[in-house]
Structures are given as structure tokens and as C-alpha cells.
């Protein structure tokens, strides 16, 4: 079962900042926070990942609330090309000597942009 | 750069039939993942494998086999396909082993099955 909570869908206006949020009540503390976006007919598109800190990229700013039982995927100044299906997942982290490699996806956040 | 290929892109086949799909990746990564992805819905884990000749069952591994070869190649068969069924399947690699890259993904093979 999908250990995340993502509303079903977002609009959002060309220009706008988006902010795609991500509910993750039971994560552990070796758990990573992971974001993809997944466009039709293609594979899942890797977007930012985070454990504690906010991350940020040439694509997204990640806001993780301080007790880390959400995040908070911020997209400035969208795009039509930013149209997608983001995914929250979590992911445990790995050591030299064990951890799971399993990603768990659950249905996303489908973004719609207007013009 | 690296990249995944996966083989063939559309498959269509028959009821019963047992069906092959390839994935191949050049990052040299550790574990390869298979994942089925329904219209509409999540992408759920078939198979994994975390190094050569590796296999580990994922959530969905009822109905398939899959087979590590070789570090770079990672294949799934589905033993008995479906009248019907119609899904994408999504190869996915990454580095593990106190490197927490994030998995990378294929475009995705998509099946028809009449």
C-alpha cells in the first residue's frame, strides 16, 4: 500500500507558482521523500528528493515540514510543459549492508496548466 | 550519458501466450526494477533485483518471471497473457549501496493483448 497522500488533481495558470502538496504520516526516520512527474507515454521523470532540509534544483524548491509527515513540492513559474502526474514516494534509505531498494508509487497529483 | 532501453516499445499478443520484455541499462547500476503501470493508476512492482542473478518478488509477481542475466540486463515474462489486458511496463534502475541516487526509468513497453 501507498504510504503517501496526494490530492487527485491541481490547476494551475502558466506563469503561477504551483505548490503540490504530500501527506507521509508514518514515515520512518531512514526514510528518503522522493518526487517524479510522469508525462503521457513516457517513464516517470526523477524531479528532487529530500530526508530533512529543504532541497532545491534547477526544477523544484522541496519544503519538508519540520516533524516530516509532509512535504510540499513547489514549482515556480510553471510551464505547459510542467503539466504532469507528480509523484510523491518514499524511499528507505540504503547502507552498505541492507535497506530496500522498493519504490512504492501511489496514483499522483495530476497538474493541469492553463495558458 | 547513460540510458535505459527497453525492447520492444508496443507488444501485442495473444491470449495465453507467453511474452518477453527486455530492459537494458549502460549506468552500470546494482538493482533493476520492474513496474506495471494500469490506465489511471500507481506504478506497481513486479519484480526487483539487486545484482546479477538476483531476483526479489515485488507486489505484483503473481503471473510473471523475470531473469538477471547479466548486471545490465533485466528481463520479465509474462507466463500467460490476459485476453484484454492492457498495461504499460516500466523498467527502472539505480545505485544503491550508500549511494541513495534517485532510480532512473525507461520510456516503458506498452502491451496489448487481443
Known amino acids: 500500500d501507498a504510504k503517501t497522500t496526494q490530492p487527485d488533481s491541481m490547476e494551475s495558470t502558466e506563469g503561477e507558482t504551483v505548490h503540490l502538496p504530500c501527506s507521509h504520516a508514518t514515515i520512518s526516520g531512514n526514510e528518503y521523500i522522493y518526487w517524479y512527474r510522469q508525462v503521457p507515454l513516457q517513464g516517470p521523470e526523477y524531479v528532487t528528493h529530500?530526508?530533512?532540509q529543504n532541497t532545491t534544483n534547477s526544477m523544484a524548491f522541496l519544503a519538508i515540514a519540520s516533524d516530516r509527515k509532509s512535504s510540499t513540492l513547489i514549482l515556480p513559474h510553471v510551464s505547459l510543459r510542467d503539466a504532469a502526474v507528480y509523484h510523491c514516494i518514499l524511499r528507505v534509505a540504503l547502507t552498505a549492508t541492507g535497506g530496500n531498494n522498493k519504490l512504492t508509487f501511489g496514483q499522483g497529483t495530476v497538474l493541469s496548466v492553463i495558458p | 550519458g547513460g540510458i535505459i532501453t527497453q525492447t520492444p516499445k508496443f507488444l501485442i499478443g495473444q491470449e495465453g501466450q507467453k511474452l518477453t520484455l527486455k530492459c537494458q541499462q549502460n549506468f552500470n547500476h546494482d538493482t533493476m526494477y520492474w513496474y506495471r503501470q494500469d490506465s489511471g493508476k500507481g506504478l506497481r512492482l513486479i519484480y526487483y533485483s539487486i545484482t546479477e542473478n538476483d531476483l526479489q518478488k515485488g507486489d505484483l509477481s503473481e503471473g510473471y518471471d523475470a531473469s538477471r542475466e547479466k548486471k545490465s540486463s533485466f528481463s520479465l515474462t509474462v507466463t500467460s497473457a490476459q485476453k484484454n489486458e492492457m498495461a504499460v511496463f516500466l523498467c527502472?534502475?539505480?545505485?544503491?549501496?550508500?549511494?541513495?541516487?534517485?532510480?532512473?526509468f525507461g520510456e516503458g513497453t506498452r502491451l496489448s493483448v487481443l
Open positions: 529530500g530526508l530533512q
Open positions: 527502472a534502475s539505480s545505485q544503491d549501496r550508500g549511494c541513495n541516487q534517485a532510480p532512473l
